[in-house]
């Protein structure tokens, strides 16, 4: 699974001229390990645990700079943008009840981008998200 690695960004950023200041690198360490898919305000909370001085413009920068690096995806509830480390072809499901988003591994062997898509059109990305109830909703 490919996931955001700190050496990877570290480089990135010094090669960008950018300084991987204590603030993004705790952005970067939150992101590495989150399964839970979050927005840019949960990161906020998380890495204000341990610097309550980050700033909430650092966040969403260095969440923008990931992802226009390709190093985090941004997954779209909505009017609500949540922001996924794992970079390799996955889908979604979102639970209804209490709006959890988990990975689902794609074992489609096809190609799906080819079904309907007219010629003049460019598909970067697909992603299918399923949705419903998570066993703890259900129940």
Known sequence: MARLHKQIVETMVTSSGLKMTPQRRA????????????TADEVLQAVNEAFPM???????????????????????EGAMVRYDPNTDRHHHFVC???GKVED??????????????PNDYQVENLEITFRGLCPDCKT
């Open 96 to 98: 209804r009840g209490c």
């Open 104 to 117: 689902i591994i794609s074992t489609q062997s096809g190609d799906l981008l080819s079904l309907s898509v």
């Open 27 to 38: 952005i970067v360490n939150y992101l590495q390990d989150a399964t839970n898919h979050p």
């Open 54 to 76: 980050t700033s909430r413009a650092t966040v969403y920068n260095t969440l923008h700079w990931l992802t226009e690096a390709g190093l985090v995806r941004e997954v779209y």
